[in-house]
């Protein structure tokens, strides 16, 4: 039987579980990204030293290797690249439109008011726009982000035209299409709704909501956590689902991970903040497994393998990602996990280890580590994750 090729968008320590999967499935792996000591690499038969937002690059590597799938987990910039390639070469995959259009959040908020969904008003900016006469047309508060970035980098809120120009440069840092979306601020009652979902043949067959947490002490616009189930009402998150299925609908985005993001405000309307076309970062599909009894990144390989995709119907039960972080830049002198925290983690995967960087927390790529977790009930859960600071302590020069 011939052996399947798959070309992989990223080796980054959260691109593992796929990596591993795919390799136990029997699938050969080629990988590749700029940073070749990336540990996924290790894992792979083949790496390359393509930027996975090189499309002409990824695209000509995919031919050359006559690759059977390309595949981006858990990866925003590297999702429409590898819808772009999948649909150039008539591989397995998602129409690029639908990808481009969930990836870039301009092009899904005008997506969003021409299908009648709710969405914050919003205009796009760039480089060569009068910023003052555009930011002018919205009520503040402002939220100004690149329209291509992830990880909650270069956002900001503004709430007085004074801090427009200021803010335009910080988003402009950050993208690398240099268009920026600029956008009134919705008024979350209560946490913002966050997690995964999974998508065959056009339809959401499932979906885990849970509630995001933010430090706003260091960044207002950076999770630490998600915890599940969500504390709302089921009838709450029964809303979003639907908007969320109704939209994957029209977009036509066929098979594969979703990742989340919604509020309702303080009007009761939905809002579908973002939809990505990946899996979450940060472990969410593991937590999501430990809680759910759902495999996605099993399913996703399913996918290209054939293979039907199977959604167990099991009690959902508790559990949590948390961002171990700090709000200082600086050198980890140690990192020390108290015993009691110890019974509720699942996993927990270390990015810097004592002696090495560490920055405060502006942004993903600044956490420390991730620990996911399981609890046997919302109150021990939220008790836990709310006074984290007791069960960890990290010290910095």
């Known amino acids: 039987m011939r052996i399947l090729k798959g070309l992989f968008l990223g080796g980054a320590y959260a691109q593992i579980p796929i990596i591993r999967e795919a390799k136990q499935r029997g699938i050969y792996i080629i990988t590749c990204d700029y940073l070749p000591n990336n540990p996924g690499h290790q894992l792979a038969d083949e790496y390359y030293n393509i930027s996975t937002t090189d499309v002409e690059k990824v695209l000509q590597l995919a031919k050359d290797k006559q690759v059977d799938f390309v595949f981006a987990y858990a990866s925003d910039p590297a999702a429409p690249v590898a819808s772009y390639v999948s649909e150039k070469l008539g591989l397995p995959g998602n129409s690029f439109k639908s990808v481009q259009t969930l990836s870039e959040k301009d092009l899904f908020r005008q997506f969003l008011e021409q299908n009648g969904f709710n969405a914050p008003k919003s205009i796009s900016?760039?480089?060569?726009?009068?910023?003052?006469?555009?930011?002018?047309q919205l009520t503040f508060p402002i939220v100004?982000?690149?329209?291509?970035?992830c990880g909650s980098k270069g956002v900001s809120k503004l709430t007085s035209m004074k801090m427009a120009k200021e803010a335009i440069a910080y988003a402009m840092s950050f993208s690398r299409n240099k268009r920026l979306i600029a956008e009134e601020f919705i008024e979350s009652n209560g946490e913002q709704f966050h997690g995964d979902g999974f998508v065959v043949d056009g339809k959401l067959v499932f979906s885990y909501i849970g509630d995001h947490h933010y430090n706003v002490s260091v960044n207002q616009f950076v999770?630490?956590?998600?915890?599940?189930?969500?504390?709302?009402?089921?009838?709450?998150?029964?809303?979003?689902?639907?908007e969320v299925a109704k939209i994957i609908e029209l977009v036509g985005f066929s098979n594969g991970p979703i990742n989340i993001e919604a509020r309702i405000d303080?009007?009761?309307?939905?809002?579908i903040m973002e939809i990505g076309a990946r899996s979450g970062g940060n472990f969410v599909p593991q937590v999501i497994n430990y809680t759910s009894g759902f495999d996605m990144v099993k399913a996703s390989v399913d996918l290209f393998l054939g293979t039907p995709v199977i959604v167990p119907s099991l009690p959902k039960k508790c559990g949590a990602y948390f961002v171990v972080h700090t709000d200082k830049n600086g050198t980890l002198q140690s990192l020390t996990i108290s015993e009691k925290l110890k019974t509720f983690i699942k996993e927990f995967h270390q990015y810097v280890q004592a002696g090495g960087k560490v920055n405060s927390f502006q942004g993903a790529n600044a956490a420390i580590?991730?620990?996911?977790?399981t609890f046997d009930s919302q109150q021990q859960m939220h008790d836990v994750i709310n006074n984290m600071n007791q069960y960890i302590d990290i010290s910095i020069e």
Not at 227 to 242: G, L, Q
Not at 266 to 271: A, P, S
Not at 369 to 373: H, I, P, R
């Open 266 to 271: 303080i009007h009761n309307k939905v809002y």
């Open 223 to 242: 999770p630490y956590s998600t915890t599940w189930p969500s504390a709302k009402s089921a009838h709450d998150v029964e809303r979003v689902e639907k």
């Open 144 to 149: 100004v982000k690149p329209t291509d970035s």
């Open 125 to 136: 900016i760039s480089e060569n726009d009068d910023i003052e006469k555009v930011v002018s």
């Open 369 to 373: 580590g991730v620990l996911l977790l």
